[in-house]
Every structure is written in structure tokens, then in C-alpha cells.
């Protein structure tokens, strides 16, 4: 019996190495990596900027604690910001810990402006993490059985009905900021509309809220922007990010803009290994790499090019409910619930995942070529029209 805690249900492969968007397993069988270790490896694996950074960066210094000033720590978030329109960053080892600060600070926001019992509208299908506070945020409560008593102070809404938001607004004054997700990763990849976040950003404005938008999924470039939100007009007060910022090294932000930037004052928030050199080394290779090589507009082309290549494939196919997404965020609804897939996708050497019972996720690399995406639609269509 394993040492480990069985809380996962792990699928019977080991991977070696990695080579570009292909993993290779101890058997030395390649596979097609359409998940980048959920959009964690948007520039594929043993990318050599980030390799170069890691090495580099591990034979000279891996930790100092935030006691002192890190110098690569001030450059990630010079370039963070600058990527993004932010002003400020914390940083943090991942993504719930990232929307944890999130919600910390909107709570800060509140009390300091005389609210005692700050609240947060958050979204019915949304994911923000597994930590107490994330996990009451999200809205799924299969992974929240077992965990109660959750945390208060969170309102829930439907993504996209800004009608029902507006009628929280009226109905209680307790409210400070509102946590969304552009892009609903773990629930189906879900676009929340062009409209209706621009009518989250003039009601906040209106009232004096906090607009936090959770882009560990959806940000660095994955949605053909290096953030989901500037492809939607929007300039959030608070933005989350983590995943594809390290590449498979640990690391989260939380970014704020105008007030929200100076919320947090020396003790109200910290981290022992958030932000170390080692991570930062990475995340700033990362940026540098997603924005100097245009990786975000490739993975508009990309996804337009996936997309087509599906649908081209697939039509006519009785199972098929719609193909969604942005950039290389893409979900292909089937009508049934298709868990099964992710096996079979396995034994086909494609590694896939299925988000919400009935969505197969897919997250390939920035990096992906047309003839790669063109492997994958390819085997995605044989697999998906077997199980029909």
C-alpha cells in the first residue's frame, strides 16, 4: 500500500521527461499532451528559457524568505504589472492561495471603508480552489460535502445574469467586491459574455466595489490575451494568476489596481516561500517568453484552428452538443457524461480531461503546431465518435 494519502484517482502511467508538448512515460511511450498538467505547462515541457532560468537561478540562491528584498521577486512583478495594467503584486505558491489574498483583501476593503461583515458575490459553477475560503467560494458541492461548516460572506449568482447581480446589489448592503472567473475552467469552460463583465465593471464602479477576476486557468496567455479579462474591455481591481506562471514551478499572484493596491499594509498578509528567487526566476522567464515569442496571439490562431478541425470532424456527430471556448481553452460538450474518455484518450496516447461530467477539457500548449493540433483532433474524433 502506498505512503500517500489516496486523494487521488490517479491513472496507471509514470511519465520520465517531457519533450515540447509530448510526455514520455517509463515505458518510453510518447503522449500528446492536450492538459498541460491543467493549464500549468502552457510553454510545454523542459522549455529551454525556463530551464536555463531554474539552473541558473538554483546554483546561485533558492531562498531567502520575504524578510529581505528579492531581486527577482521585483522583477516578476515589474513585468507582471506592466503585462497587465496592475499596479501591485503579491505573490504566493498557488492558485487558492492567490484568491485567498484575493479574499482577504476585499475583506480589508470592506471593514476599512465601515462594513463589518463584508460579503462576496461569486458564481454557481465557479472553482477557486480547495482551501476553506476558496472552497466556500466555489460553486460545486460535491467538493464541498464533507466540509462544513464553510466560511460565510459569500453571495451566489448565475454567470452571466447580470439581472441577478444587480438584484444583490439592491437587497444588501453588506457587499464589497465580486470574485469571477472570465473563463470557467473546472465548470466546462463556460465564457462569461463580453457584456455582461463590462456590466460587473460599471456596477463595482457604481457602487464602490471590488471587481477580482480569478485568471489562474485562464490567464498568461491560454486565452489569446496575456489576461482573459483584455479581451473583454476590462480593467479589473484585482486579478489572480498562477498555473502558467511558473510552467510547473509553484507560484501565484495577486495583483491589485487603484485602491485595492494599497489595501494590504507590512503584516496583514505574507508567505514563507512565496515569491522565493527559485519561483520568480521561472515566472519571470515565463512572461518574458509568452510575451516576446507572442504566444497569447498564437494561441488565438491555434484554438481557431482546433475549433475548425473539430467541428469539421465531428459533424454529424450525434453526441456532440457544442465546442466553446477561447483561445486554447476549449470544451467539447457531449450529452452524456464521458469520464471514460480520459482512459481511453490514455490508451490512444492523447492525455485529456473531462470537466463537469460531459466536457472534454482541452489545455495544449501555447507552443502547439498546426500539424500537432491536427494529431489531436484527429485522435479526439476517433475516440469521441467510438463512444458514441
Not at 147 to 168: H, M
Not at 279 to 303: Q, S
Amino acid at each position: 500500500m502506498s505512503a500517500l494519502m489516496q486523494t487521488y484517482a490517479r491513472l496507471p502511467v509514470t511519465f520520465s521527461h517531457g519533450e515540447g508538448v509530448y510526455l514520455v512515460d517509463t515505458d518510453g511511450r510518447r503522449y500528446l499532451d492536450a492538459l498541460s498538467g491543467i493549464s500549468v505547462t502552457n510553454l510545454g515541457h523542459a522549455h529551454p528559457a525556463v530551464t536555463e532560468a531554474v539552473q541558473r537561478q538554483a546554483g546561485c540562491l533558492l531562498h531567502t524568505s520575504n524578510l529581505y528584498h528579492i531581486a527577482a521577486q521585483e522583477a516578476l512583478a515589474d513585468a507582471l504589472t506592466a503585462v497587465s495594467g496592475m499596479e501591485t503584486a503579491f505573490f504566493c505558491n498557488s492558485g487558492a492561495e492567490a484568491n485567498e489574498a484575493a479574499i482577504k483583501l476585499a475583506r480589508l476593503y470592506g471593514h476599512q471603508r465601515g462594513v463589518e461583515k463584508p460579503a462576496v458575490i461569486v458564481f454557481e459553477n465557479a472553482f477557486h480552489g480547495r482551501t476553506l475560503a476558496t472552497l466556500s467560494a466555489t460553486g460545486n458541492r460535491k467538493i464541498q460535502a464533507g466540509f462544513e461548516p464553510l466560511v460565510s460572506g459569500f453571495i451566489r449568482a448565475p454567470l452571466n445574469d447580470l439581472a441577478a447581480v444587480q438584484q444583490i446589489a439592491a437587497n444588501n448592503p453588506d457587499v464589497v467586491a465580486i470574485l469571477v472567473e472570465p473563463i470557467q475552467g473546472e465548470g466546462g469552460i463556460r465564457v462569461a459574455d463580453t457584456a455582461f463583465m463590462q456590466g460587473l465593471r460599471a456596477l463595482c464602479d457604481a457602487r464602490g466595489w471590488l471587481l477580482m477576476l480569478d485568471e489562474v486557468q485562464c490567464g498568461n496567455g491560454r486565452a489569446g490575451h496575456y489576461f482573459a479579462c483584455q479581451g473583454m474591455g476590462v480593467v479589473p481591481d484585482v486579478i489572480t494568476t498562477a498555473k502558467g506562471l511558473g510552467n510547473g514551478v509553484p507560484i501565484g499572484a495577486c495583483l491589485a489596481h487603484g485602491p485595492a493596491a494599497t489595501v494590504f499594509r507590512a503584516g496583514h498578509h505574507g508567505s514563507t516561500y512565496g515569491g522565493n528567487p527559485l519561483a520568480c526566476a521561472a515566472g519571470l522567464a515565463v512572461v518574458n517568453t509568452v510575451v516576446n515569442e507572442g504566444l497569447a496571439k498564437r494561441a488565438t490562431a491555434a484554438g481557431a484552428h482546433l475549433r475548425q478541425r473539430l467541428e469539421a470532424a465531428l459533424q454529424g456527430c450525434d453526441n456532440l452538443v457544442e465546442i466553446r471556448g477561447r483561445g486554447l481553452m476549449i470544451g467539447v460538450q457531449l450529452r452524456r457524461e464521458c469520464g471514460d474518455l480520459v482512459q481511453r484518450a490514455l490508451a490512444a496516447g492523447l492525455l485529456i480531461n473531462v470537466t463537469a461530467g460531459d466536457t472534454i477539457r482541452l489545455l495544449p500548449p501555447l507552443i502547439c503546431s498546426d500539424a500537432q493540433l491536427d494529431e489531436l483532433a484527429a485522435g479526439l474524433n476517433t475516440l469521441i465518435r467510438d463512444f458514441d
